[in-house]
């Protein structure tokens, strides 16, 4: 058991979330009756705060509910929709707390969502420039370039589902990834500029494939969902090795 304070207070000094401008509150979002001084003993992750995750959190008994993509966003209706209420009616009813790291999340070099993905497909990585200031990209080298298909069968088994290949350059190996989870394949260009082989995300839009072709940098997308499971699972697995609390993740197999 921690006090929800503390655990707030780890999180924020690991990933600094007032460095980002972001599009959303990163931390606390709905804070428990009891407020900070709420005893936490069980913290559930999951990647978006949608009705289905949190019904499964109160389901096993949560405290804490974890998530990337949070419930409030720049440029949503200032009144509650019905979608947003029911959420919100599932949480405090359950007395819940939530609270939501996004790009600070996706940019962490240990933790991040990024930074987990370049190592669990056995590359190294270091921050790229080019995915933003402060970067919440990654760009991931292989000691051995891979071909195209070889890589494609890493990102399949990192992330349990088949990615969507738009190949560049034809035979073009790949020995610098770079990679940035969930909707950044507006990023093509700057991977071509700065001289990376392929682009690992999770959304495509409609001209990336022909972007693909003529910057002859392969464009991999692996699904917004799949390439973001992991860094909120990091966050709960810290808590649980630090606080003593019990951790349980959610996924619900969004398959976009």
């Given at each position: 058991m921690a006090l929800l304070r503390?655990?707030?207070a780890d999180l924020d000094d690991l990933l600094e979330p007032g460095r980002y401008r972001d599009f959303c509150p990163?931390?606390?979002?709905?804070?428990?009756?009891?407020?900070?001084?709420?005893?936490?003993?069980?913290?559930?992750?999951a990647v978006s705060a949608d009705r289905q995750a949190l019904g499964e959190a109160v389901a096993l008994g949560g405290d804490l509910v974890i998530v990337h993509h949070g419930l409030f966003w720049d440029?949503?209706?200032r009144a509650l929709?019905?979608?947003?209420?029911?959420r919100l009616r599932l949480?405090?009813?359950?007395?819940?707390?939530?609270?939501?790291?996004?790009?600070?999340?996706?940019?962490?070099?240990t933790v991040g969502n990024n930074a987990l993905l370049a190592e669990a497909l056995g590359a190294s990585s270091a921050p790229w420039a080019g995915s933003g200031d402060p970067a919440?990209?990654?760009?991931?080298?292989?000691?051995?370039?891979l071909p195209l298909a070889?890589?494609?069968s890493r990102v399949a088994v990192v992330t349990g589902r088949e990615p969507l290949v738009l190949p560049g350059e034809a035979e073009r190996p790949v020995a610098r990834l770079g990679i940035v989870s969930g909707a950044a394949a507006g990023l093509l260009p700057r991977a071509a500029e700065d001289g990376l082989d392929a682009l690992l995300t999770?959304?495509?839009?409609?001209?990336?494939?022909?972007?693909?072709?003529?910057?002859g940098v392969h464009a991999i997308c692996a699904g917004h969902h799949a390439t973001e499971t992991r860094g909120v699972q990091a966050l709960g697995a810290r808590l649980a090795r630090h606080h003593g609390v019990s951790h349980r993740f959610v996924d619900t197999g969004n398959p976009v």
């Open positions: 503390d655990l707030l990163n931390g606390l979002q709905v804070p428990p009756p009891a407020g900070l001084d709420a005893e936490i003993r069980t913290v559930v992750t440029g949503d209706p929709e019905p979608p947003l209420a029911e949480v405090l009813g359950a007395g819940l707390a939530l609270a939501s790291y996004h790009l600070p999340l996706d940019g962490h070099p919440i990209g990654v760009e991931a080298r292989f000691e051995e370039p070889a890589l494609a999770g959304e495509p839009r409609e001209p990336t494939r022909g972007l693909a072709l003529e910057l």
